[in-house]
């Protein structure tokens, strides 16, 4: 079956190909917003995780499922900061985004008066699915995490090379694909999220 996701990440839609294969089990050939001719801006202007991903789900209009995640870093000395504008946190005075260098040199430089202990936090994802004839998904899914004082690794994106998983004893960007999925927010988000998901084809 053919869904939609509702993002032009590459890099997230190669992860997310691979986790909806890998545990869906099902044929599923996976769209960009571009193959189904949605070139639009999205405003994400919900509060939640859970918000914005369904935002994003009802702004292509087609025949396929359309599937959205949105995911952000929430760091507990900073009340939950970067949160929603993970993606968005550095701006400009004209209000344009900076990129993922200056998140994390922003995040860092709220950092660097806390000690190591204290700089706990969390990645949050939020998955949706809004399907052709109007049903709703939504699974949340987290991984613990603490925020490193440099970068460690070169793989990943966003804030993954600061973010350590003390269960794996490396960064998101150090680790391998298959380490990530077995730990991610974006995973466990995936595994409840593919249960709903095959349910709600089985209902049709």
Not at 13 to 22: A, N, P, R
Not at 163 to 174: D, H, L, N, Q, R
Request: glycine share 10%; aromatic share 8%; hydrophobic share 35%.
């Amino acid at each position: 079956m053919k869904v939609v996701l509702a993002s032009r990440n590459k890099k997230k839609i190669v992860e997310m190909q691979g986790l909806l294969s890998e545990l869906c089990g099902e044929d599923i050939t996976v769209l960009s917003l571009d193959d189904v001719g949605f070139y639009g801006d999205i405003v994400e202007d919900g509060d939640t995780f859970a918000a914005n991903a369904l935002i994003k789900c009802k702004a292509p209009k087609c025949d396929y499922p359309v599937i959205a995640d949105d995911s952000g870093l929430m760091v507990d000395v900073l009340d939950g900061e970067p949160g929603v504008y993970s993606a968005r946190y550095a701006v400009d005075h004209a209000g344009d985004e900076l990129g993922d260098h200056a998140n994390n040199e922003k995040l860092l430089g709220k950092l660097k008066d806390y000690k190591p202990e204290e700089k706990t936090s969390r990645f949050v994802s939020a998955i949706a699915c809004v399907f052709p004839d109007g049903r709703e998904i939504v699974c949340e899914g987290k991984c613990e995490g603490m925020i490193l004082t440099e970068y460690r690794g070169d793989g990943g994106f966003g804030y993954d090379p600061l973010f350590y998983v003390p269960s794996i004893g490396k960064t998101f960007a150090e680790m391998t694909q298959e380490e990530k999925n077995s730990v991610s927010h974006r995973a466990n988000a995936m595994k409840l999220f593919a249960k709903e998901f095959i349910n709600a084809i089985n209902e049709n």
